[in-house]
C-alpha cells in the first residue's frame, strides 16, 4: 500500500516549489489579482527557473528585436567556443546594407556597405542599437547565409528547450515563421545569463556610437536605478511593444518578459510595475537540505524495520505572502520495503502540494543498507505477520 506522512499541514503562504523545476502559475490562477495590461507576461525565477507568474507564456508570438537574443547566444556560444574571437571582423555585405542599414529604415547601427567591422563592436551594434545590419552581419559571418543561420538557431533552440519557436531571419523582423513564446524568451534569457556569463555585461551598456552616431540602448528599466543589468526590447506594428529584462537583488535574480504593450510608456509602466511585484511579494526558503531524513519507513523482513528516507538534493521554495494558502509535503513509497536495501536506491517520493500549483514530486533515496535476515528471522516474520496481520 501506499505510506502517507504529511508534514507542515498549514502555512501562511502560497508556496512554489523550485530548485531546478519550472512551473506555471498562471494567470487565472492563484495570481490573477496581479494583473497587466501586457498580453503576454512571464516572470521566472533566475536560479531555479521557476515560474513564478505567467500569462499566456505558451502562446506563439511575434517576438520582434527580442529574438535577437537568439542571434547573441550563437554568437556568444561561437565566441565560448573559441570558433570565432572578438577581434575578428565580419563584413557589411550589401544585403546586410539593404535590408538592415541606413538605407532599410529600420533599427540599425549605420554601418557602411563593405565594411568590415570587429565581432566585439557588432554585438554593441546589435544589443545596445538593436541593429538589424549587424545582426545580418553575424548571421553571414557564422553560417553563409541569413537563411543558413536562421534555420540553425532555431536547431539551437530545439536543443535548449524550446520547442515551438522558429526562426526566419536574425533580426526579429515580421515573418509567419519568426515565432516565439513568453516563456521560451525567459529560458533564452536565463542561458545567456547563467551559461555565457561573460558576455553578459553587454547588456548593461546604455549607449554605443559607430560611424559618428550615438544610440542609447532602448531598455527603459536600465535608468531607473532597479538593478536591472540587461536584455533586450522589441517592437514592430504586428508585436506590439515587448521586454526581455532581468534584475539582481541580494541573491535573488528575477527574468522578466512582456509583450504586446500599447506604447513605450506602457512598456515602461508594465514592466516596472511586474519586476517589482516580483521581488516585493516573493521570498525564497529551504524545505530540506540534501541529505536530510523526511521520514522512516518500515521495512519487510530487514535485520532493522526501518529506514531513513532521505533527499539527495536541496530542496526550496519560494512563498508570496498573498494567496495565503496550504501546502502539504508528503513521503510517500511503497511499504513495507522489503529488504535487502542498498543505500542510495530510490525507495519512496517526497510531493509537495498546494492549490493552484503543478504537483512536484522528488526522489527519495534509503540513507542506510539494510540486510535482509536470516531464513529463520524470515519465517518468525511471515508467522508473526500470519498471526497478528502485521
Not at 311 to 334: L, P
Request: hydrophobic residues 40%.
Amino acid at each position: 500500500m501506499i505510506r502517507s506522512y504529511i508534514q507542515a499541514a498549514r502555512i501562511s503562504f502560497l508556496a512554489f516549489t523550485v530548485a531546478a523545476f519550472a512551473m506555471a502559475a498562471g494567470a487565472t490562477g492563484a495570481y490573477a489579482s496581479f494583473e497587466t495590461k501586457a498580453e503576454y507576461a512571464v516572470l521566472m525565477d533566475g536560479e531555479t527557473g521557476a515560474i513564478l507568474y505567467e500569462k499566456k507564456g505558451d502562446e506563439l508570438m511575434s517576438p520582434a528585436s527580442m529574438s535577437k537574443l537568439m542571434t547573441m547566444t550563437m554568437l556568444f556560444e561561437a565566441l565560448k567556443e573559441d570558433r570565432i574571437s572578438l577581434e575578428d571582423e565580419f563584413t557589411i555585405s550589401e544585403n546586410a546594407w539593404r535590408k538592415g542599414g541606413a538605407a532599410s529604415g529600420s533599427s540599425t547601427m549605420f554601418a557602411k556597405v563593405h565594411s568590415r567591422i570587429p565581432v566585439k563592436d557588432l554585438i554593441q551594434g546589435v544589443i545596445v542599437q538593436s541593429g538589424n545590419d549587424a545582426c545580418i552581419a553575424i548571421a553571414e559571418g557564422l553560417k553563409g547565409s541569413e537563411a543558413a543561420f536562421a534555420e540553425a538557431m532555431t536547431d539551437r533552440a530545439r536543443e535548449l528547450g524550446m520547442e515551438k519557436a522558429t526562426f526566419a531571419n536574425s533580426t526579429g523582423w515580421p515573418d509567419p515563421d519568426q515565432k516565439m513564446t513568453a516563456r521560451e524568451l525567459a529560458i533564452l534569457a536565463r542561458h545567456i545569463i547563467y551559461d555565457l556569463p561573460a558576455y553578459y555585461p553587454y547588456f548593461a551598456e546604455t549607449e554605443f556610437t559607430w560611424n559618428g552616431i550615438t544610440q542609447h540602448n532602448r531598455n527603459p528599466l536600465l535608468y531607473l536605478g532597479m538593478n536591472v543589468d540587461g536584455l533586450k526590447t522589441g517592437h514592430t506594428e504586428d508585436s506590439g511593444y515587448g521586454l526581455v529584462a532581468s534584475a539582481e537583488r541580494g541573491d535573488r535574480r528575477l527574468i522578466m518578459v512582456v509583450n504586446g504593450l500599447g506604447s513605450e510608456r506602457e512598456r515602461s509602466e508594465e514592466s516596472q510595475k511586474l519586476m517589482e511585484w516580483g521581488f516585493r511579494e516573493f521570498k525564497e526558503y529551504d524545505l530540506y537540505a540534501a541529505g536530510s531524513v523526511v521520514e522512516n519507513a518500515d521495512v519487510w523482513q530487514g535485520v532493522y524495520d526501518k529506514v531513513p528516507l532521505v533527499v539527495t538534493e536541496d530542496v526550496t521554495i519560494i512563498m508570496t505572502r498573498d494567496a495565503r494558502k496550504d501546502m502539504k509535503v508528503t513521503a510517500e513509497w511503497n511499504g513495507p520495503l522489503q529488504a535487502p536495501i542498498t543505500a542510495g536506491e530510490q525507495a519512496g517520493t517526497l510531493v509537495v502540494t498546494a492549490p493552484d500549483m503543478p504537483t512536484r514530486r522528488i526522489p527519495l533515496v534509503a540513507g542506510a543498507d539494510v540486510e535482509q535476515q536470516g531464513l529463520f528471522g524470515r519465517a518468525v516474520a511471515s508467522l508473526k505477520q500470519m498471526i497478528m496481520g502485521q
